[in-house]
C-alpha cells in the first residue's frame, strides 16, 4: 500500500461575470412579463403572481454577491432566461472537456507533472454533458493521457468521492497518478426562472492531482483518510434524464432542472455534515480544534457558518472555514476544492485540514489531509 498525497489543483474561471443587480434586473423584467401575461388567472386566483426578487434577499438568502458563467446574454435575457450554448460537432473538443483539460493542465504545471505521469482521469460532476462516450474519456485523449478514465456523480459530492476513488486507486498500485476534474457547468441545469433559487448556482471547473507521496513536490499534502456517507433523500432534486425523451416529458416542466426544499436541506444536513467532520477526524485522532481549517461545499453561507459552529463549539473566522461563495455562488462539486486551491499556501509542515462537500443524496464525502 502506497502512501498517498494531493500535490495540486487547478482553477478554471469561465468569461464572464453575472452580478446580483444584472440578475434581478434580468428576473423582475421576466416576472413583471409573466405577470402581464397572465393578469387574468392571477386576478381570478387560479395562478400565482411570481414575486419580485431584489439584491438585498439573495445575498441575505445565500451570501452570494456574483457568479461566472459560461455565457451571460442567454441567461440576462427576460424572453429566454437560460444559458445560449452552440452546438459543437462531433469533431470538436466538448465544452465540459475543453475547460476540464484547461483546469487539469494548470494542476500538472504546478506539480511540476506531464501526461506521462498521469494513469487515471476522473470526472466527477453533478451533471454529465452526455452518456457517452464518457466525458474523462475524451478529457484523457486530450491530455494525452494513457490508462484509464471514467464518468461519475454524486451531485456536489461528486469531488470528494471522485478524491476517494482516485486515493484508492494509487493507494493498492493500480495507478501512479490520477487527475480528477470538476467541470460544472450548472448554468445548463439551474431554474433561471424560479425566483428562490435563480441566484445559487455558478459555472467553473477544478482539477485535483492525486499520487502516490513518494512522488508529490514539496508541500503537497499527504491525505490521512477519506469517508464517505450516503443517505436517500428527494430534497434536493433533478428529473431530466435520457428515459424524458421515452416519457413524452416537456423539457420545460419544472422537475426538469434543479430544484430543492431548501430549509429541509438546512435542517438535515447541517448536523449530518457536522458530525461527518468530526467522526472522521475522531478515526484518525484528532479534534476540530486540531483541524486547522475547514475547506467545505460552498452552497450557502448560513450552513457554512452553523456546520463550523457545530465542530468548533464558537464561530468560525474567516481563516478557519474560508469563503469563497460570495465570488463563484455555488459551483456544485468544485465549490470545496476552489476553497482549498485559493486557501492552503499558509499551511506549515505538519498542519491538519478538512475538505468537506455535500448535497443532493444525501451525499457527504471529506477528505483529511496533512502538509508534508
Given at each position: 500500500?502506497?502512501?498517498?498525497?494531493i500535490?495540486?489543483t487547478?482553477?478554471?474561471?469561465?468569461?464572464?461575470?453575472i452580478t446580483?443587480a444584472e440578475?434581478?434586473?434580468?428576473?423582475?423584467?421576466f416576472?413583471?412579463?409573466?405577470?402581464?401575461?397572465?393578469?387574468?388567472?392571477?386576478?381570478a386566483?387560479?395562478?400565482?403572481?411570481?414575486?419580485?426578487?431584489s439584491?438585498?434577499?439573495i445575498?441575505?438568502?445565500?451570501?452570494?454577491?456574483?457568479?461566472?458563467?459560461?455565457?451571460?446574454e442567454g441567461?440576462?435575457?427576460?424572453?429566454?432566461?437560460?444559458?445560449?450554448?452552440k452546438?459543437?460537432?462531433?469533431?470538436e473538443?466538448s465544452?465540459?472537456?475543453?475547460i476540464a483539460?484547461?483546469?487539469?493542465?494548470q494542476?500538472?504545471?504546478?506539480a511540476?507533472k506531464?501526461?506521462?505521469?498521469?494513469?487515471?482521469?476522473?470526472c466527477?460532476?453533478?451533471n454529465?454533458?452526455?452518456?457517452?462516450?464518457?466525458?474523462?474519456?475524451?478529457?484523457?485523449?486530450?491530455l494525452?493521457?494513457?490508462?484509464?478514465?471514467?464518468?461519475?456523480?454524486?451531485?456536489?459530492?461528486?469531488?470528494?468521492?471522485?478524491i476517494e476513488?482516485?486515493v484508492?486507486?494509487v493507494k493498492?498500485?493500480?495507478?501512479?497518478a490520477?487527475l480528477?476534474?470538476?467541470?460544472?457547468?450548472?448554468?445548463?441545469?439551474?431554474?433561471w426562472?424560479d425566483r428562490d433559487?435563480?441566484?445559487?448556482?455558478?459555472?467553473?471547473?477544478?482539477?485535483?492531482l492525486?499520487?502516490?507521496?513518494e512522488n508529490?513536490?514539496?508541500?503537497?499534502?499527504?491525505?490521512?483518510g477519506?469517508?464517505?456517507?450516503?443517505?436517500?433523500?428527494?430534497?434536493?432534486?433533478?428529473?431530466a434524464?435520457?428515459?424524458?425523451?421515452?416519457?413524452?416529458?416537456?423539457?420545460?416542466e419544472?422537475?426538469?432542472?434543479?430544484?430543492?426544499?431548501?430549509?429541509?436541506?438546512f435542517?438535515?444536513?447541517?448536523?449530518?455534515?457536522?458530525?461527518?467532520?468530526?467522526?472522521?477526524?475522531?478515526?484518525?485522532?484528532y479534534?476540530p480544534?486540531?483541524?486547522?481549517?475547514?475547506?467545505?461545499?460552498?452552497?450557502?453561507?448560513?450552513?457554512n457558518?452553523?456546520i463550523?459552529r457545530?465542530?468548533?463549539?464558537?464561530?468560525?473566522?474567516?481563516?478557519?472555514?474560508?469563503?469563497?461563495?460570495?465570488e463563484?455562488?455555488?459551483t456544485?462539486?468544485?465549490?470545496?476544492?476552489?476553497?482549498?486551491h485559493?486557501y492552503?499556501?499558509?499551511?506549515?509542515?505538519?498542519?491538519?485540514g478538512?475538505?468537506?462537500?455535500?448535497?443532493?443524496?444525501?451525499?457527504?464525502?471529506?477528505v483529511?489531509?496533512?502538509?508534508?
Open positions: 500500500m502506497y502512501p498517498v498525497a500535490s495540486s487547478g482553477l478554471f474561471v469561465p468569461p464572464h461575470v446580483n440578475l434581478v434586473v434580468a428576473f423582475n423584467a416576472a413583471e412579463q409573466e405577470n402581464t401575461a397572465h393578469a387574468a388567472e392571477i386576478a386566483g387560479t395562478r400565482q403572481a411570481i414575486p419580485m426578487s439584491v438585498e434577499f445575498e441575505k438568502a445565500s451570501g452570494i454577491k456574483r457568479r461566472y458563467v459560461m455565457e451571460k441567461v440576462l435575457d427576460p424572453k429566454r432566461m437560460r444559458p445560449r450554448f452546438a459543437r460537432p462531433d469533431t473538443i465544452m465540459m472537456a475543453e483539460v484547461a483546469a487539469a493542465r494542476a500538472l504545471e504546478r511540476g506531464t501526461a506521462a505521469d498521469v494513469d487515471g482521469v476522473i466527477a460532476a453533478s454529465i454533458q452526455r452518456a457517452y462516450p464518457a466525458l474523462a474519456v475524451e478529457i484523457q485523449g486530450a494525452g493521457i494513457q490508462g484509464f478514465a471514467f464518468d461519475m456523480n454524486v451531485a456536489c459530492s461528486s469531488a470528494t468521492f471522485g476513488m482516485a484508492n486507486a493498492c498500485g493500480s495507478a501512479r490520477v480528477v476534474v470538476d467541470p460544472e457547468i450548472t448554468s445548463g441545469h439551474l431554474a426562472k433559487c435563480h441566484f445559487i448556482f455558478g459555472d467553473v471547473c477544478t482539477a485535483t492525486v499520487e502516490r507521496l508529490a513536490p514539496p508541500g503537497a499534502f499527504e491525505v490521512l477519506t469517508r464517505l456517507l450516503t443517505s436517500f433523500s428527494n430534497a434536493i432534486r433533478n428529473n434524464g435520457f428515459l424524458s425523451r421515452a416519457e413524452d416529458r416537456d423539457p420545460d419544472r422537475d426538469q432542472l434543479f430544484y430543492q426544499e431548501g430549509r429541509r436541506v435542517k438535515e444536513v447541517c448536523p449530518l455534515a457536522a458530525q461527518h467532520i468530526s467522526g472522521h477526524l475522531a478515526s484518525l485522532g479534534t480544534a486540531q483541524a486547522r481549517r475547514f475547506w467545505l461545499h460552498q452552497a450557502n453561507l448560513s450552513m457558518q452553523l463550523a457545530k465542530l468548533l463549539g464558537r464561530d468560525a473566522t474567516p481563516e478557519e472555514a474560508p469563503v469563497i461563495l460570495d463563484f455562488a455555488n456544485s462539486s468544485a465549490g470545496s476544492i476552489i476553497a482549498f485559493r492552503n499556501a499558509d499551511f506549515k509542515p505538519g498542519d491538519v478538512v475538505i468537506c462537500s455535500f448535497g443532493a443524496g444525501y451525499s457527504i464525502g471529506s483529511v489531509v496533512r502538509r508534508t
